[in-house]
């Protein structure tokens, strides 16, 4: 027989409901700091490992351009030197001469970046052999290597050499990819929308079409890499690894959250706008171009930056056509082999040297400082533009 309550703070049962709900508070404020936790520690660790990618150690050197580094530009480089400088930093030095015959025979002081190895023991990460480890301390002494900002990490393309890395052509990259999914998603995906919301009638055929989209956003991304694989290079011929089949793979992926996005905006203009204009004897079609778009515009807006922002952090689908290739020159159009930020830190993870490392921890901060800002921009709309009824 069930227990009747009184009402008392006393009663058992009361003070034993008080009890579970103490409990289920403490339980969620504890599960509130683990995640917190989570958060501060991922960003520890990734500051912490990625932030010394931002700077680089430099050496002095005086470069001759003899007739030995006609053939082979270390030879540009005191003998003791070249050991400490990276060997990418002068292998240009033939070609250079080869370009310019007036170089030859002269001498130049230059800064050049040293071997990864050097650059993680100035760092403290790594150790050398004692002997050269002592002639790297005689050269930080003299004032002859230094450290300084690492701008070849932001100018630079991919590189086999962790000190020449950089996320330049990567970055290009992801911009013609995200370009090539605007162009493709928005317009389909806020007609769709329209349509949809505002034309369509409602029958069995169009309450199935929008559970598939609803359903669609919910697919694995990898899903879309394949279809992507199927329909666009495999049957219509689009160049693998290039930013056009990345951009529409994207875009297929993207499509059911603009068109989501702006059904919502679109539903949430009130109807006395709609039948006001129709009052005035304005077309359907007049009274969406006219004031339902405008004023849904902010919401769809912010709907396609955060689709974006999604698309801008994906590698599956890109890793399916082609887009992790080593891709050292930045892509010059949309039909060019190129590669994305998320692959180019995927690439560098893989990577067993210590100092791809430290690239990949701030690739990932340079992608989340992204992502983070389109979502910010996304945020600052909405409040900027957004109306209550």
């Not at 292998?91 to 650059?119: C, F, M, Q």
Request: hydrophobic letters at 50%; aromatic letters at 8%; proline letters at 5%.
């Amino acid at each position: 027989m069930q227990r009747r309550l009184t009402g008392s703070a006393n009663d058992p049962l009361i003070r034993a409901r008080y009890r579970r709900e103490a409990r289920f508070r403490g339980y969620s404020i504890a599960a509130l700091f683990v995640a917190f936790g989570i958060i501060i520690a991922f960003f520890t660790d990734i500051i912490g490992q990625g932030q010394s990618a931002f700077w680089r150690t430099e050496v002095k050197v005086t470069l001759d351009y003899n007739e030995r580094a006609e053939r082979i530009g270390q030879f540009a480089v005191a003998e003791d030197l070249r050991d400490i400088v990276s060997r990418g930093a002068v292998r240009g030095i033939p070609l250079e001469i080869s370009n310019n015959p007036e170089l030859a025979g002269i001498t130049r002081e230059a800064w050049v970046p040293v071997k990864s190895t050097i650059d993680q023991y100035v760092k403290g990460k790594d150790e050398l052999e004692p002997a050269l480890a002592r002639q790297v301390d005689a050269l930080l002494a003299e004032g002859v290597m230094r450290t300084t900002f690492n701008w070849a990490f932001f100018t630079s393309g991919d590189s086999k050499l962790p000190e020449l890395a950089g996320i330049f052509s990567a970055a290009v990259g992801s911009i013609l990819v995200l370009a090539v999914t605007l162009v493709f998603a928005f317009p389909i995906g806020v007609m769709s929308a329209i349509y949809l919301e505002e034309f369509a009638p409602d029958n069995k055929l169009t309450q199935a079409i929008e559970v598939n989209i609803n359903n669609l956003a919910a697919v694995p991304s990898i899903i879309f890499g394949l279809l992507g694989l199927a329909v666009f290079i495999n049957t219509l011929g689009v160049p693998r690894s290039s930013a056009l089949v990345g951009g529409l793979t994207l875009g297929l992926m993207t499509l059911p959250i603009i068109i989501i996005s702006t059904r919502a905006a679109l539903r949430s203009v009130p109807d006395p706008i709609r039948l006001g204009a129709f009052a005035m004897g304005c077309s359907r079609w007049q009274v969406v171009r006219d004031h339902v778009l405008p004023l849904s515009l902010p919401g769809i807006l912010t709907g396609t930056i955060i689709g974006l922002a999604q698309a801008m952090g994906e590698t599956a689908p890109l890793i399916i056509v082609g887009m992790i290739a080593y891709i050292p020159e930045a892509p010059s159009s949309i039909f060019d082999s190129a590669t994305v930020l998320p692959a180019q830190i995927f690439t560098w993870a893989g990577e067993p040297r210590q100092a791809f490392s430290e690239k990949t921890a701030a690739g990932i901060m340079v992608l989340l400082a992204i992502l983070l800002t389109l979502n910010a921009t996304a945020v600052l709309l909405r409040r900027k533009f957004e109306r209550r009824w």
